[in-house]
């Protein structure tokens, strides 16, 4: 059999004919292999990160929004430590929001963060407009005490923080805990969790814009109602 293979490579040399190794088809077929699966494992992420997007726009308030995040992050990052910090613009502060009653969440409710006047993380990340991490910091000294009270709640080694912009707008702060050993993956995912927390952003941008106007249409119909029960009183009080 190696005396007839050889013949068969010497024959074809002679004829200019390039004969592949077999071992070396075999390890590319088995690189093509990988590749494809590869390929269908981003697909298949690609196309639930497609999907959460769109239930994020069709959530129907704030809490379902802030729910569905919750649950993307989960399956398409495989983190399972989140806390949200949503800004409010009235009193410059960022407030711990109780989206599912979890003990997590329920932690965090009545926390809230002075946007001004602290020098955390939090802040940092929203200042910045780009994520920041605990690991980051040199010492414990680069954290403050609501750095490490939120450090010790998510039971990790640390936290990273993604920004929460909508239309240059400030919505608020996503904050993820993370051990150390992951920290490379999640650095490595860090565009697109970026943008999944921007997406969160600008659905709950969309969500106060609604709710606003709302509220404007209630107010409007509600002085409409007054300005006409007035006239009616007035003309009962003054008949012609």
Known sequence: MAQSDSKFRQVALSLSIAIEDVKDKEAVLLSNKKAQDDLAIKVRERSLLQGTLQNLLNAKDINSILNVARHGLQILFDIKRILFFLYDKSENLLVGIDADSSSLDSAIKELSIPVQKNKGILVESLGLM???NSFSKTSKDGLTI????????????????????AKKNYVGVMVIGVDKARL???????????????????????????????????????AASTAIARKVAHEVNNPL
């Open 130 to 132: 780009m994520p920041v």
């Open 146 to 165: 609501i750095d490490e009270q939120i450090i010790r709640l998510l039971n990790r080694d640390g936290i990273v923080c993604f920004p929460m912009v």
């Open 184 to 222: 490379p993956a999640v650095e490595e995912n860090s565009n697109l969790l970026s943008m999944f927390a921007n997406y969160s952003a600008l659905a709950i941008h969309a969500e106060n814009i609604h709710q606003a106007q709302s509220k404007l249409i209630i107010s409007e119909r509600l």
